[in-house]
Structure formats: C-alpha cells, structure tokens
C-alpha cells in the first residue's frame, strides 16, 4: 500500500532531529488499466494518475538531484528473529535493481535518520488504521508495505518514509520492499487490472514482480534522463 501525508504540514522524523520542510501531499488509490498501455499512457498513469486521454489528477513529483539517500533505521518493538536481516537483504537487492536501470538516478545507502528515504520495520499489522505521525506516517490503513513523502511547491520530493510490517511474509517481502522503494522516486500511483499483474511492480493486487524491467525501467528513464 502507498500512502501521501493529505495535508500541508511540517514534517518531523524524530525529536531535535531536523525537518523536512512544509510539503504538499495527497492520498491516491490504484488506477485502473484493463489492458497494457503505450507507453507514453503508462508513464501519464503512473506519475499524475491519468487514464488514457484523461487529465492528470495531480503534478508528476520528482527528486531534485541525481542521487538520493536511504537509511534502515532499528524498530521501536523487537522485530522477529531474523527479520532485520531478511529486511536489509530485501533493501540491497530493491537498491541495485534500480541503480542498475540505467537512469540519472541513484539511491545510497547512508546510516541515521538524516536520510532522503527513511525504512522501518514496524509491529504494525495490516489493516491496522494509523493515524497521522509527521515525518513517519499519514493517517490511512496499514498494508504489509506502507509509503510516505512530501513534496515542494515546485513538484520536488523532499522527504519519504518506507514501514515494513514484520507480518510481512518471506514470499512478498522483496517485491514489497522493492515497490515501496521504486514509488518513493515518484511513480506515485499503483495500477489496477490483470493485465499488469506480474509485469509491473505498480500492479496493485500482486506482489509477483522482483525485477525493474520493461516499461518500469523506461518509466524511471524517463522521470530521470541521464545528464549530459
């Protein structure tokens, strides 16, 4: 599940840590794709929530660099026995797949609560209603994945958060990991229909998909072209 904070406000990560500052964000569902887009419509979708021949529903949001960071910081409960390890394995591979995409973008790997892009485990269950946590979360519904950012006036991503449930299971774990991550970059809306099921890591009712590939390694190209 991916989740926008739905108002305008500061965001606070931990106290006298520094804030990101003041963001617009909104909450958006799944878009609907019956079949496979060009893609040109699967890059509208993905970035502004626009079906084919429709209007955006928001602004396409992109980080302002060509690197962001990201930490893996500890859970305030005791994780399960073995589940920061699976966790952080699950972040290495979701890091590579993008950096190996090929666009003017790279995550790195950073230690505190300084970074771009902060990861938590949480004991929270899905379907657990969350209330809002500036900096942490929005108010909404937890899922086994849970995303968070901010944005500028200027559409520029200013800070995202990632929550892991530990109820998460082995078999989804690294497609959730990876689809958190890849939204946190701003391909901000997840795609409904059967036809994405399997092919895109945006397909909102499977967790099939481990690898960036085809038009979700061109999405990313294309959100982030190589500089010359």
Do not use: H
């Not at 970074?115 to 949480?122: E, F, G, H, N």
């Amino acid at each position: 599940m991916t989740l926008r904070l739905p108002a305008l406000l500061p965001a606070m990560l931990l106290a006298a840590l520094s804030a990101p500052p003041p963001a617009l964000a909104e909450e958006f569902d799944g878009v609907a794709a019956p079949d496979l887009l060009s893609d040109e419509d699967f890059f509208r979708l993905a970035t502004c929530g626009a079906r084919p021949g429709d209007a955006c529903a928001g602004p396409v949001i992109r980080w302002p660099g060509d690197k962001v960071t990201l930490s893996l910081l500890p859970a305030e409960v005791p994780p399960p026995a073995g589940f920061t390890a699976a966790l952080d394995k699950a972040l290495a591979a979701a890091i590579a797949e993008i950096n190996a995409v090929g666009a003017g973008m790279s995550i790195r790997r950073v230690d505190g609560a300084r970074a771009d892009i902060r990861v938590m485990p949480t004991a929270l269950v899905e379907g657990t209603v969350m209330d809002d946590d500036p900096g942490i979360s929005a108010a909404g519904v937890m899922g086994v994945g849970y995303m968070s950012y901010w944005w500028n006036d200027r559409s520029q991503i200013t800070a995202a958060t990632v929550l892991i449930s530990t109820a998460i299971t082995d078999q989804d774990l690294q497609s959730v990991v990876l689809e958190e991550l890849f939204q946190t970059l701003g391909p901000r809306f997840d795609i409904e229909g059967a036809a994405y099921e399997g092919v895109s890591i945006l397909s909102q009712s499977s967790n099939a998909t481990e690898v960036i590939e085809g038009q979700d390694a061109r999405l990313l190209r294309w959100l982030y072209p190589l500089r010359q």
